[in-house]
């Protein structure tokens, strides 16, 4: 625990004693040496009891976390919010400094004290979802390697974005294979699927003559945050992913930065 940099536990070790006790105790020795504390519910019905106590241990696990991992519905359970937006928000208010909340296929929010964001889910073919959640935030844990807990509510909005979408797509490439260990993408395997989505979305954009945008709904809100590249690196990619596409298509695309809410 002394040379751990991120120390991360789920509630299913907290469902009996003696092992409850013991994952509480390492997360706070952890905490001591520096480590960033991660958690995530992955609550189980079968393992416990009853759902008072379930609820009242996975809230001391919220507690316990520097970044907490919530399912749509696990944050309804733990907060009685059905808006990610608000049930975010109570979260982050129980301890922890970064709040991500995963919804299948309609992506993924995050939110600090400081900025709050969502990125769309990729376009696959769903075969197996067993193991996404853990790829997910597997992937976003690996992004914030060497980053303190003191500077996560820190992290600039577009960073953290760039986080999530990562995070989104090696979620999406573990739901196209079966199984949850076998299914783990590599690193190359989620940056392709990154660059071929965008690709795909730059030529149908293209196609329908109009840019677009992923909007996240929150409470009746959208955050429509656009994808950032030039038109050289938007011509690289291209070439790249669609060869005969960018033959057949020599054409300036003025595609510029923007964001917001």
């Known amino acids: 625990l002394a040379e751990c940099r991120v120390f991360h536990f789920g509630s299913v070790s907290m469902t009996d004693e ?15 040496y520096g480590a960033l504390i991660s958690f995530d519910p992955n609550y189980r019905p079968a393992l416990w009891n009853n759902l008072e106590e379930a609820v009242r241990l996975m809230l001391r696990g919220v507690s316990c976390a520097d970044v907490l991992k919530v399912s749509l519905e696990e944050m309804t359970l733990l907060t009685g919010e059905t808006c990610a937006e608000s049930g975010a928000q109570k979260l982050l208010n129980q301890g922890p400094v970064l709040v991500l909340v995963t919804d299948g296929e309609k992506g993924a929010y995050f939110a600090t004290k400081s900025c709050t964001g969502a990125a769309h889910a990729y376009d696959v ?4 979802t067993t193991g996404a959640g853990d790829a997910f935030l597997g992937a976003m844990l690996y ?7 003191e500077e996560l509510s820190a992290l600039p909005k577009e960073q953290l974005l760039d986080m999530l979408r990562y995070a989104n797509a090696a ?7 079966r199984g949850a260990i076998p299914a783990m993408p590599t690193q190359t395997e989620i940056e392709s699927c990154m660059r071929e989505t965008l690709c795909r979305k730059i030529i149908m954009g293209h196609a329908l003559g109009n ?38 298509n020599r054409l300036c695309l003025p595609i510029t930065r923007s964001g917001g809410r």
Do not use: I, M, N
Not at 20 to 28: E, V
Not at 125 to 128: A, E, L, R
Not at 171 to 177: M, R, V
């Open 18 to 32: 003696p092992c409850r006790t013991a994952t509480l105790r390492a997360a706070q020795r952890a905490h001591e």
């Open 171 to 177: 979620g999406g490439c573990t739901a196209k294979k």
């Open 125 to 128: 073919s769903v075969v197996d």
């Open 211 to 248: 840019k677009t945008g992923t909007a996240w709904k929150t409470g009746g809100k959208s955050d429509v945050t656009r994808d950032v590249y030039t038109e050289k690196t938007l011509a690289e990619l291209l070439a790249a992913q669609f060869p005969r596409w960018a033959l057949r």
């Open 143 to 149: 992004r914030l390697q060497g980053v303190r807990r």
